[in-house]
């Protein structure tokens, strides 16, 4: 029988395989609902409930919740905007980074039995979701990372357009799905540039900044040039990536 729970550490890893050598496929952020398929301690199956991601993580790292709680958690959730803040929990401190799903608005909450409270609380507002892209600039690429301290390229575009209130799939080839297509001289800055493999496969994706470059997750997240034929990088002028196709959301 599925349960309802949420991710109470800052980044859980989710995996392949109910293995630690597996690879990372995404990452829980804090407060993230799941459903729990099935449990086989230490490890369980799990499905993000926004967006139907499976895979298995370390049953330490949630925390179960009735259907009542489970109901009351995902009323009113947003998302972290800020790097990073600290928040307490039975005296104990605890830092969650840019993506966390948290109530909006408050500065206690509760997670089942577990109350928290907001101590560190700076304002960081972001003017455009270039703006927000920017700030994510050298950090290191992470195969299914979604977080500031390494991440990749659909986590990228998912969790900027996330704190921006468009909630797109997880991988670049169903985030491909969305939007409108754009040609290459009406692009605008927000737009998404997705880009293909030799057999035609969505392997890649970038948010486009309005004046002829791209930021992209690839060896770190870096800012090159987009061109009709793709992305060209800005220190060797190499073509890194060919150009699918441009989408605006």
């Not at 499976?54 to 489970?70: M, Q, W």
């Not at 357009?161 to 800055?189: C, K, M, V």
């Not at 880009?195 to 004046?211: Q, S």
């Amino acid at each position: 029988m599925e349960k309802k729970a949420c991710c109470i550490v800052s980044i859980s890893p989710v995996r392949s395989e109910s293995k630690d050598s597996s690879e990372i496929v995404t990452q829980l952020m804090f407060g993230e609902p799941i459903r729990v398929l099935e449990i086989n301690e230490p490890w369980c199956k799990i499905v993000t409930e926004t967006d139907a991601y499976e895979g298995f993580i370390d049953i330490k790292h949630i925390e179960f919740l009735s259907e009542k709680e489970a109901r009351r958690w995902s009323d009113g959730l947003g998302y972290l905007a800020k790097r990073e803040i600290k928040i307490m929990a039975n005296n104990e401190q605890q830092f969650i980074c840019r993506g966390a799903f948290l109530p909006e608005n408050v500065s206690t909450f509760t997670i089942g039995n577990n109350t928290y409270t907001i101590v560190d609380a700076r304002d960081t507002t972001f003017s455009s979701i270039v703006d927000l892209a920017n700030d994510y600039l050298n950090t290191p690429y992470l195969w299914g990372g979604k977080s500031p301290f390494g991440i990749d390229c659909s986590g990228l575009t998912q969790t900027v357009y996330r704190i921006f209130d468009y909630n797109l799939p997880r991988d670049a080839s169903d985030q491909f799905e969305h939007g409108t297509d754009i040609q290459f001289d009406h692009i605008e800055a927000g737009d998404l540039a997705f880009f293909e493999n030799k057999t035609g496969k969505i392997t890649h994706v970038g948010i486009l900044d309005g004046e002829g470059k791209i930021i992209h997750a690839s060896g770190h997240v870096r800012k090159d040039t987009l061109t009709p034929a793709g992305i060209v990088h800005s220190k060797s002028g190499e073509l890194t990536h060919k150009l699918s196709k441009i989408k605006r959301l």
